[in-house]
């Protein structure tokens, strides 16, 4: 088994992908549509034949890249999650965009990667209060490093 790029119209991704698994053709395993990856879909199949025959017959996908398999090295990057407090540092000023304190500006006190959490403080509050929320509910307003 080998992974291979297909190019694809752009904005049609995870259309094609989807389209090359509900075949249910045996010799094609996975298609993978990341996002950060425009107008391409990695597909993980026993050969290039299969993979051009499959094409014929789907709308939006274009062609194989190349008849040599990708490196895995070039695509594993893709296959692991982005943590959300990635790109967040102490002492960034975020806000709060979900649960109860949404809306509220705060100032990022510690992050917790294992967790994906961020311990911020909250801005208004006359009393400084630590709130415990995931890294997905808040959005960098201000950051130290820019």
Do not use: C, W
Not at 1 to 23: F, P
Not at 52 to 63: G, N, S, V, W
Not at 114 to 140: F, H, M
Request: no cysteine; aromatic share 4%; glycine share 4%.
């Amino acid at each position: 088994m080998s992974i291979y790029a297909v190019k694809t119209t752009a904005s049609q991704e995870r259309t094609v992908a989807d389209m090359l698994i509900n075949r249910e053709e045996p010799s094609i395993h996975a298609a993978l549509a990341p996002d950060a990856l425009t107008s391409y879909v990695m597909v993980e199949a026993d050969d290039t034949g299969v993979i051009e025959r499959a094409l014929e017959d789907i709308p939006h996908a274009r062609t194989l890249v190349s008849d040599r398999p990708s490196p895995f090295s070039e695509i594993e990057h893709f296959l692991s999650p982005k943590p959300d407090v990635e790109g967040i540092a102490e002492g960034d000023i975020v806000e709060l965009i979900a649960g109860p304190f949404k809306g509220e500006k705060a100032q990022v006190q510690r992050i917790d990667e294992g967790k994906d959490q961020v311990t911020v403080e909250l801005y208004e509050a006359t009393v400084p209060i630590p709130v415990t929320v995931r890294g997905d509910q808040i959005r960098v307003l201000d950051s130290d490093e820019r």
